[in-house]
């Protein structure tokens, strides 16, 4: 296996199969987050690396992937102690996204990403807070999911917010994600799969660019005309950039909280959108956020009690396709702020979600989302690979 996409940290961290199961013969990887027994996971920072000792047992959500047969073949890059959804990493470099090379890969789960969209991997473990998995897996053309918040263990995962953090993974293909999910989630799957009612948030189409709205609404007609009951509706009266501003403040104050007191006391080098963000996460004040706690609040209790265990929610996985390597600055930020709009949905709910590769625009991946009522993760993925020809991707027509 050669790492010419600088997707992976360390290809000799090698872990073999603890038995037999529904993943033997598969290869996988893990973002630098997870512990591995006798290895220092780094973070996507040196300072983190050199701070920081080997851990003394493996992650959960790996040794159940070796108890089902698969091989562990190495660590994969990530954006600074996860800060971020561009995969861009001042200090290691950022990786190639296989399919446009011209395009960043999407984090903070960039190595896992694109070490499956590669074909180095079977599958990969990711950790996704507020879009982590999901954003590099649409910008790399790939299947992704963010499970249930608190369904697979974090137990020996670098935390980042604890109340959103999830273990997410990665596949080429819907099979290999209902397989994994079966083993993490340690469940069966049900032989048939019927969602009721198919649901499209307004506000979450009407933030696209004009090319990706074009190859997504095709999706949304598609599934409008193959279910029972289907409508259009507004989720968030309050706006999405409410709900992103009520996401990134909850989530700041438990950054500030889980990584302050090692920031003050080890001053480690960031690049300079990281920097930033750390030093905004410290100005914040809980007593100061009773509105944001409130209202994160109401939309879990509104958005578990609108799907229920029959329906689904269908939304784009990002506004658009990936921007180009170098964006830097205000425009990454913008590009942030964006894309969270659409991502804070299932992290303010603590549903799952799944972005499926769907098609290209402006030369580029796109991914369309699903997200299920709470612990609907294997009735969810079944669904997909129940519809596997559905989601085939047309060709890129502008290779």
Known sequence: MKDKWNAFVREDVVLEPTGEGRLSGLTFAVKDVFAIKGYVSGAGNPDWLRTHGPAGSTAEAIERLLKAGARMTGTTQTDEIMFSLSGQNDHYGTPINPKAPDRIPGGSSSGSAVAVSAGLV?????????????????????????????????????????????????????????????ALLQEEAPVEVEFQRILFPKEAWGILDPETLEVLQAFAEKLQAAADESEWLDIAPEGLSVWMRTFRTIQGLEIWSAHGEWIEREKPVFGPAIAERFQWTST???????????????????MRELLGADSLLILPTTP?????????????????????QLSCIAGLSGLPQVTIPVGFANGAPIGLSIIAGFRQDVKLLKWIEQRKEFWLPKPDPHP
């Not at 914040?284 to 509104?302: D, G, M, N, T």
């Not at 658009?320 to 969270?340: F, K, L, V």
Request: charged share 25%; proline share 7%; net charge negative.
């Open 122 to 182: 079977d599958f990969a473990l990711g950790t996704d807070t507020g879009g982590s998995v999901r954003v590099p897996s649409a910008y790399c053309g790939i299947f992704g999911i963010r499970p249930t918040h608190g369904y697979v263990p974090i137990e020996g995962v670098i935390p980042l917010a604890q109340s959103f953090d999830t273990v997410g993974w990665m596949a080429r293909d819907p099979e290999v994600l209902l397989e994994v999910g079966l």
């Open 284 to 302: 914040l004040k809980k007593s100061e956020s009773q509105p944001q706690y409130e209202l994160w609040a109401e939309v879990r209790k509104r």
């Open 320 to 340: 658009g396709a990936a921007p180009h390597r170098h964006i830097n600055g205000e425009e990454i930020e913008i590009s942030r702020s964006n894309t969270m």
